[in-house]
């Protein structure tokens, strides 16, 4: 592999993980929050595998698998939420669930 | 040498305390208590073996238990260790612990928590033996912490008065904010000395980085005081009386609050190696003499009075540990113990035959219906006031002596004056509960017949008072120093100690005779402190001296600013806007990778 | 490869950023379905066969319909229409800012310090479902069997939530 492409592969993450930070900042819909948190993951196995490359073992493949394994099971959680949510309320917006106040 | 009789030592109160506490319910109040007493009896006579079993060379009997830590950068090997010390202090825990558990049977006879009351009392004896009984820091932290938290329970034991449970909350607080000095202590030790065990610290205490080791100190220092109850973290002892008598007895002033002054003995090798240390143990210990003296002439309750006279002594103690009276210091401890116990097991039998009154100001005359109590207590306050030959004139002659010896005069001087005020305000307690006339308060006669159980420790107490002073008499005996001095010479130390008194014996003399005589003429019949006192009946008392310099005030006051100040903090910050979080995460984030991959 | 990367890269960038901006949650559906088929297209260059199909398959495939699903189960006028100003103060301004703040801190520190690691040459069977199985069934046979026991406590989540009838 070209040497100078790894860095570029884990530029390339974190820019993509900083696109669904802002994402998870800014947007108050808490199924596009989720879809950027979707982003962030993967942002992160995007990592893994390429220094998986770089160093010719296969550990990054498998945390990237167990990171994908989680992940399908938080969205499964956070979309149970936000059905719940729905259900109550008539209109939802991320704002609005500020029960945590102190 | 091995010795599985320290295992026992420690377990049998726990196992006590695990049976009373179980089976309460189905226990009758007989069984509780007598086998409570039973455990702590035990637990004496295998101090008094182990005693026998320690070689006169002076190497500590051990029982190692268990490695802990084995991913720790160390191996903590957690065992059991006693040497002179720690059975010195084992035999007054037990000793006197036995005592009060057998007077406790009586004094708590109608009370309805009785069984849950013995269950903590065990708990206590073994925590205090897991205590003094540790071969090793950790071991002594957890000790310090469950003694701690038995503290806590005892104080609060009447939990439906609001004033204990308040007393309980205080105690613990302040315990565990100097707990958590004392782990930092514990992190730096494991940096310095990559062990945690005594004997590998303390033989390495001496070629240590100067600055290290005196803030080592220093950070158990912090625990001490608050265990100690000294300047300036006393104030839960005073509250802590809303315990019964018992438990102020044995723990708020024969026990519990020595483990300070244990731990600056048995670390001594750590103070030593810095003189700022003990320069700070001997002045401090010095001011709460002074402090506790000073407070105690003008208070009111016959509790708060031994409270406040508790924290003078254990400041003569730490004193006398502070100029490196290490052996005087112990003495001290082991004579107080008698005579403090005797005194608080006295006031628990006036209040009880008053129906709970502890206002010295409603007492008086009890002398002619209590002659009992009159001759024990009488026998209490001689020692503490040091009168000649009793057992509080040894020890404390003691401290003073080698506190002068070693030439600390302004140190001295502050004793002396503590002395004197010692003998006022004991004087003052005395003749107002047991001289002039009987005042109004109806006496209760429901716990007659209970003497006996009550009677016998007091009785004992009272002769060990009077004559316990005389296994260290300077120049004829010396038992105290040289059972002891193996601890010290282990480590290449000698503990200060005197073989004569000389002549400033008569100027202490002088002033607690002065002091005990001031009191005894104000008080008594023909003077005007009775009359006064009583009058000060309807008003709050005024003045810096009653109200202990305010300082608890300030604490209350500090404490309540802090948090009303962090509450509108966290207010502002906790807006359940989970964006807002994110966002406040995201910047800590930044952060980070600004410090850790860019910097 | 330099062409793969570049064209995958800057298509997965796109797709970020259209997950980010769409208004109608379909769309922001399909932007990160883009977003995942040139991230796989990324593993695939990085001789991640298995890990590509997977990421397929069960991203774009299981976890966007999953997506779809509630979409579809919730009327779409009741989504947040993000019209009305916020009650949060700059939540959007400051937003951004600590998005590209994260971002430029990563890059820079990416271009600045270099990455570690050596350029290896690969063993037979790098990335492959055989390998990959085998890795996975024997050296790391304990956290997968823990992501097992993650994925039931999931669902038995999701059935606690939301199986239950409101009263």
């Known amino acids: 592999m070209n040497p100078g492409l790894l860095e570029g592969y884990v530029a390339l993450s974190a820019i993509i993980f900083a696109v669904g930070a802002v994402g998870l900042l800014i947007r108050r819909s808490p199924l596009v929050v989720l879809m950027c948190i979707e982003l962030m993951w993967n942002a992160a196995n995007l990592t893994f595998i390429a220094y998986a490359r770089q160093w010719g073992n296969m550990e990054g493949h498998i945390l990237s698998f167990i990171v994908i394994t989680v992940a399908a099971a938080e969205v499964a959680i956070g979309l149970a939420i936000i059905v719940l949510i729905f259900r109550r309320r008539s209109e939802v917006d991320v704002d609005e669930a500020a029960m945590l106040r102190g | 040498m091995e010795s599985t009789t320290l295992v026992w030592i420690m377990l049998l109160p726990l196992l006590g305390s695990a049976i009373i506490g179980v089976g ?16 702590v009896a035990v637990s004496f006579v295998l101090t008094l073996q182990a005693m026998g079993q320690l070689p006169a060379t002076g190497v500590p009997l051990r029982q190692s238990l268990f490695v802990w830590g084995q991913s720790l950068p160390f191996e903590l090997h957690v065992g059991l260790m006693a040497d002179a010390l720690t059975l010195w202090w084992l035999l007054v825990v037990t000793g006197v612990g036995f005592l009060i558990h057998v007077y406790s049977i009586g004094y708590m006879a109608d009370d309805k928590g009785f069984a849950r009351f013995f269950a903590e009392l065990n708990y206590f004896i073994f925590s205090m033996a897991l205590l003094v ?80 080791v005196t803030a080592i100190s220093l950070l158990l220092l912090v625990g001490i005081v608050t265990k100690s109850a000294q300047l300036p973290l006393h104030t839960w002892l005073p509250d802590a009386m809303q315990g019964p008598t018992p438990v102020s007895a044995l723990i708020h002033a024969a026990t519990m609050v020595t483990a300070g002054v244990y731990l ?40 708060r009075v031994l409270a406040y006279s508790t924290m003078s002594q254990l400041g003569y103690m730490l004193m006398g540990a502070g100029v490196g009276a290490y052996a005087a210091s112990a003495f001290h401890f082991f004579t107080h113990a008698f005579f403090k116990a005797l005194l608080f097991l006295g006031a628990g039998m006036i209040s009880h035959h008053l129906s709970g009154e502890q206002d010295i100001r409603k007492m008086g005359g009890l002398g002619r219906q209590l002659p009992f109590v009159y001759w024990t207590f009488l026998a209490g306050v001689l020692a503490i006031s040091g009168a000649p030959g009793f057992a509080g004139f040894f020890s404390k002659e ?52 209970r003497g006996g159980v009550m009677g016998f420790p007091v009785a004992v107490l009272a002769v060990a008072s009077t004559l316990s002073g005389l296994i260290a ?127 | 490869m330099t062409a793969v990367f570049w064209i995958a890269g800057i298509v997965a960038v796109l797709g970020a950023i259209g997950v980010v901006a769409a208004r109608t949650p379909v769309h922001n559906v399909l932007a990160l379905m883009v977003n995942f088929v040139a991230l796989a297209v990324l593993y695939l260059s990085l001789s991640a066969e298995f890990l590509a199909v997977i990421q397929v398959i069960i991203y774009a495939g299981a976890i966007l319909i999953l997506f779809l699903f509630v979409i579809a189960l919730l009327s779409v006028s009741k989504m947040a229409k993000e019209q009305a100003p916020s009650r949060l103060v700059a939540q959007k301004e400051l937003g951004i800012a600590a998005g590209v703040v994260v971002g430029l801190l990563l890059t820079v520190s990416i271009v600045r310090n270099g990455i570690f690691g050596t350029n290896v040459t690969l063993q037979d069977g790098f990335g492959t479902a055989a390998t990959f199985g085998r890795e996975l069934l024997t050296t790391h046979v304990f956290p997968f069997e823990l992501t097992a026991f993650v994925l039931m406590v999931a669902v038995v989540g999701v059935v606690v939530l939301v199986g239950r009838r409101d009263s």
Do not use: C
Request: aromatic share 12%; hydrophobic share 55%.
């Open chain 2, 24 to 39: 309460r319910k189905g226990l009758s109040r007989n069984a509780a208590g007598w086998l409570g007493s039973l455990v």
């Open chain 2, 133 to 212: 009984l540790a071969d090793n820091f950790v071991g002594l932290l957890v000790g310090w912490a469950n003694v701690g938290f038995a503290s806590f329970l005892l104080i609060g034991f009447w939990t439906e008065k609001a004033e204990a449970r308040a007393a309980a909350n205080k105690a613990l607080l302040i315990n565990i904010a100097g707990e958590s000095a004392m782990v930092v202590a514990l992190a730096l030790m494991v940096r310095e000395f990559g062990s945690l065990a005594y004997a590998e610290i303390f033989s390495q205490a001496s070629g240590a980085t100067p600055g290290i």
């Open chain 2, 264 to 303: 600056v003995i048995r670390a001594f090798p750590l103070f030593s190696a810095s003189p700022v240390a003990m320069q700070t143990v001997a002045v401090i210990g010095a001011l709460s003499a002074l402090f506790g003296a000073i407070v105690a002439t003008r208070q009111f309750d016959i509790k």
């Open chain 2, 398 to 449: 003691e401290i003073l002596a080698a506190a002068l010896h070693e030439g600390h005069v302004g140190l001295w001087l502050i004793g002396v004056v503590t002395a004197g005020l010692t003998a006022y305000y004991m004087a003052r307690l005395f003749i107002l509960i047991f001289g002039g006339e009987a005042s109004e308060t109806e006496s209760n006669h429901v716990h007659r017949g």
């Open chain 2, 473 to 599: 008499i300077p120049g004829i005996t010396q038992v105290p120093g040289t059972y002891l001095a193996p601890v010290f010479a282990r480590f290449g130390h000698e503990a200060v100690h005197v073989d004569s008194f000389g002549f400033p014996v008569i100027l202490v003399l002088g002033m607690a005779a002065i002091g005990f005589i001031v009191g005894l003429k104000l008080f008594g019949p023909s003077g005007q402190g009775r009359a006064r006192a009583q009058r000060s009946l309807q008003r709050r008392l005024g003045g810096p001296v009653a109200n202990a310099f305010y300082l608890d005030d300030l604490y209350v006051w500090g404490a309540a600013s802090i948090g009303r100040w962090a509450k509108v903090g966290a207010l502002r910050v906790q807006s359940g806007f989970v964006r807002r979080y994110a966002l406040t995460f995201f910047a800590g984030f930044a952060a980070f990778v600004f410090y850790f991959l860019l910097l």
